[in-house]
């Protein structure tokens, strides 16, 4: 039995993409607040494009407490759902189509949310990554750790726990 011919990597790189930002831009507030994504592999870093609009403290000048606490509950949410995405992709079984057709998965719903502010955000761009502490079928533990110009320099971590919504078969 032959095995079937590899896709080329630019299909499964378009692929991912195209699952990633429509994914991302099906939440309209990630676009407000000017969240990215950018993807290595199947790890997510979130980015948190400065603009004026997110100075919570003009005097500092420093980011809005909210908007960093959102920054880290989207990143989080958003890495949780790629990983649910990821095997859909990988196989081919979410196709170009169906992107385009709106369907995706629906988002995990959060149970409780806590942000550690470890140090004032400063007025520039921000990153974030989440660890997925434990995935299972209706419940999930995330960490997000936020940092801007050093890794090693956080200036805000979240841990949540979520709802995760029942898988389509």
């Keep these: 039995m032959a ?23 099906g939440v309209p507030y990630i676009q407000f607040l000017g969240i990215a994504f950018e993807r290595r592999g199947d790890e997510l870093t979130g980015l948190l494009n ?17 908007v960093t606490a959102a920054f880290l ?18 196989s081919g079984a979410l196709t170009l189509d169906a992107l385009e057709a709106g369907e995706l998965p629906r988002l995990p719903k ?8 470890l140090r004032s955000g400063l007025p520039r761009d921000a990153y974030a990554r989440a660890r997925i502490n434990r995935s299972g079928r209706r419940y999930a ?7 801007q110009d050093n890794r090693s320099k956080l200036f805000a971590q979240a841990t949540g726990h979520f709802l995760m919504p029942q898988r389509r078969d």
């Design 141 to 147: 533990s995330v960490h997000v750790e936020a940092w």
């Design 73 to 90: 509950e989207v990143t989080a949410i958003i890495t949780l759902s790629w990983g649910l995405l990821w095997e859909d992709v990988e």
């Design 50 to 66: 400065f603009d004026q609009k997110l100075i919570g403290n003009p005097v500092l000048p420093a980011l809005h407490g909210g």
């Design 3 to 25: 095995r079937p011919k590899p896709e080329p990597v630019q299909v499964v790189k378009q692929r991912r993409d195209a699952a990633l930002k429509a994914l991302v831009d």
């Design 110 to 117: 959060t149970i409780d949310f806590t942000v550690d502010y």
